[in-house]
DNA sequence: TTGAAAGCGCTAACAC
DNA sequence: GTGTTAGCGCTTTCAA
């Protein structure tokens, strides 16, 4: 019904009779034309069905309206929620996301990231990933605007964006100590992460603030296979711990079904269980989960904030920002009197 | 430490003391350049940290590299494990995934769709939404290969890949039905979805098949919390059902945790429970679902296969892939003698 | 306000 | 095998 290949604004230009700069500046959002001008072209552009290539725009303007999002995997639906409220506010900002998946190795996030200037982004959120010196220099050189998620860096030269996992890990250990805990155990996620070295530092902190220590420790990986693996050690041996900090939602879930159904333990009489996230699962009744929650939409919102202005100015500050996060009580954990 | 700007092929012919076009063939798949040439030319490019514009590339190429992926929610972790493995793979093959984000409602699918034609992706995947009939006609108009991921639509001209969710559902019937249920209920999902028509036409087919009635019916669309009250608003009454399908898992989750929190009832033994999709957490013990297993990573690899068969060549013929699908026997449903 | 002309960074003929 | 040239579809001076 139309000649083959993508309609040009030639091709509209032609119709409308008049030239092809006209109908540029017709779909440029603040250009000058004539109503009557504007009208002809939209006309014509819709007869012919013409949509201006944002692609060739963006050769010349330098603005390719695509954002680069990092992500290691959604097994946490922590981060499949986040990944959802990024898009969607970027969307609404006329941005779209170019998805990129790394592992969780360094190597593999560097390959990925090169790839990824290819495309020329105009900025780049990385969730769940860190991110190697070399590439951290890389990325400034590039002077591509970088925010990352839900992580932060030692080098101070790059936008993050977090919860306050320091103080999050030390209201759990006091919450516990209130609740009389005494022989508590805490199961890591992946030590590579900045989440875990926090979450795990305040809980130590606040332990020993408390005058306790910790009973046990054992490693999950944010993984829920292994978080079975590393109750299953934690509670291998008597006494076992009367309660249990882990360093996210999602590997508390693993840790509760084997206290439960393996072990034949209650929670939380037996054993207090405390998460991190609050993910929509944490308020499932099969789970109940007391955890501490992260504000995902306002870490969204600021991140996006944060990404935009510096694609907008490029000497907008580098902002590291912490967001407070609370103690959502519920019935996993023994409540303190 | 390096002038502004990006790094041009012309910055490196200079330095490399060649032409321009050498630098091009030096990074273009197939061209040929004697190996001298094309040392010198990557030592040039690798001082001075260069890299090729796809988007440049693209214009000339009409290849962007890039496939849309249009979704509506990752609410169902179904649909994030599919994004991941999608991603992945076609991150594999040289193509990566531009993300956009559409309300349930065709309008706002058919806006999405219209900006994501101006980025002139060279693919197109839906997920969990629906395409309006002008939509289908405009994208088939734009001559954009596109695959729809576990729905199916009337246009026969449209590729599509799902499970066999008609001979799933009556399945599903069949094992109800052998383990003794006797009223039987269905909490259907959303019912503009097509997912949700063929697993409730082929559950109604076995039971009817077998002699039997639907007991119950209420709608959950897809939802975790409507699935909630649909569960309430079933049980409501006595005697209530023996025995309930589930349109998927994630719904089935919020029902079980009614019939056992609020209602006290158990599963099996007082009601049968069974979803769909067998997602993660179906196999967790706190709910040990019995459900239909979708083959999510068979379905992606079809997905990606003939998107890029399409891409390769215009006249592929357009295929609707159906997989077979097979129930998992957990512990939330009575076994059959 | 409008049109003509010059590129954006690259690929793809085309000569050499 | 290599360099030269002409665009891809658009935005953006620059004149008119």
């Known amino acids: 019904m139309r000649r083959s290949g993508p309609v040009t604004s030639y091709d509209v230009a032609r119709r409308a009779g008049v030239s092809q700069s ?6 440029s959002p603040d250009a000058s034309v004539s109503k009557a001008m504007a009208r002809r072209v939209r006309e014509a552009a819709e007869e012919l069905g013409y949509r201006p290539n944002r692609l060739a725009r963006a050769m010349i303007t330098g603005r390719s309206r695509i954002v680069a999002l ?7 639906p922590f981060y499949s ?3 959802e409220l990024l898009a969607l506010s970027l969307q609404a900002e006329g941005y779209h996301v170019l998805t990129f998946m790394a592992a969780d190795v360094a190597a593999s996030t560097d390959a990925v990231i090169a790839e990824l200037l290819d495309y020329r982004v105009e900025g780049l959120i990385t969730a ?3 991110l190697s010196n070399e590439l951290t220099r890389a990325i400034s050189q590039a002077a591509i605007p970088i925010v990352m998620f839900n992580r932060t860096q030692d080098h101070h030269d790059i936008c993050g964006v977090s919860s306050d996992n320091v103080a999050g890990g030390r209201m759990v250990a006091e919450y516990l100590l209130r609740s009389g805990a005494r022989r508590i155990g805490y199961i890591a996620g992946w030590e590579g992460a900045s989440t875990q070295r926090d979450r795990e530092a305040g809980f130590l902190a606040g332990l020993a603030q408390g005058g306790a220590t910790l009973f046990a420790r054992e490693v999950g990986d944010f993984h829920h296979d292994r978080a079975e693996m590393a109750a299953r050690r934690m509670f291998a041996a008597a006494p076992h711990p009367d309660a249990v900090f882990v360093a996210n939602d999602h590997m508390a879930f693993a840790v509760m079904d084997v206290l439960r159904h393996e072990l034949g333990l209650h929670v939380p009489s037996d054993v ?4 991190y996230d609050d993910v929509p699962a944490a308020a499932w009744k099969s789970y109940d989960l007391t955890t501490v929650r992260q504000p995902v939409r306002q870490m969204v919102a600021v991140t996006v ?3 935009l202005s510096r694609i907008d100015e490029a000497d907008a500050p580098v902002q590291r920002r912490v967001l407070a996060g609370a103690i959502v009580e519920r019935g996993s954990a023994r409540r303190p009197a």
């Open 305 to 307: 904030e944060l990404l």
């Open 81 to 83: 929620e986040a990944f």
């Open 128 to 130: 769940s990933v860190g």
């Open 272 to 275: 207090s269980v405390i998460g």
């Open 22 to 27: 006209a109908v540029s500046r017709t779909f």
């Open 70 to 76: 990092v992500v290691a995997h959604f097994e946490n």
